[in-house]
Nanobody, 115 residues
Framework: QVRLVESGGGLVQPGGSLRLSCTAS????????MNWYRQTTGKQRELVAN???????TYADSVKGRFAISRDNIRNTVSLQMSNLKPEDTAAYYC?????????WGQGTQVTVSS
């Protein structure tokens, strides 16, 4: 059974930093592209960043230069380091993996950027 568990969200002031983590189980983690999405109320979930099995990374234009995704194939963890956070980064952040043709999601972790 595939399971993704996120942690690390919270309340931060504009310009601050947070680090999100997602631990996966039930898959051969090192073989899969791992994704971070975010969603705000009334909007579609958007891809924030992903990292392939070969450690290639992709970022949404809105977070380039501010967010960094990384993975630890020993701990089966993918992390999202978020810096210079802006109020528009406020959202629920979700870890995702596409496994055998089906998407799997974590429970989400809330990030709120506010003074």
């Amino acid at each position: 059974q595939v399971r993704l568990v996120e942690s690390g969200g919270g309340l931060v002031q504009p310009g601050g930093s947070l680090r999100l983590s997602c631990t996966a189980s039930g898959i051969n983690f090192r073989l899969y592209t791992m994704n971070w999405y975010r969603q705000t109320t009334g909007k579609q979930r958007e891809l924030v960043a992903n990292i392939t099995s070969g450690h290639s990374t992709t970022y949404a234009d809105s977070v380039k230069g501010r967010f960094a995704i990384s993975r630890d194939n020993i701990r089966n963890t993918v992390s999202l380091q978020m810096s210079n956070l802006k109020p528009e980064d406020t959202a629920a952040y979700y870890c995702n993996v596409q496994f055998r043709g089906s998407p799997y999601w974590g429970q989400g972790t809330q990030v709120t950027v506010s003074s």
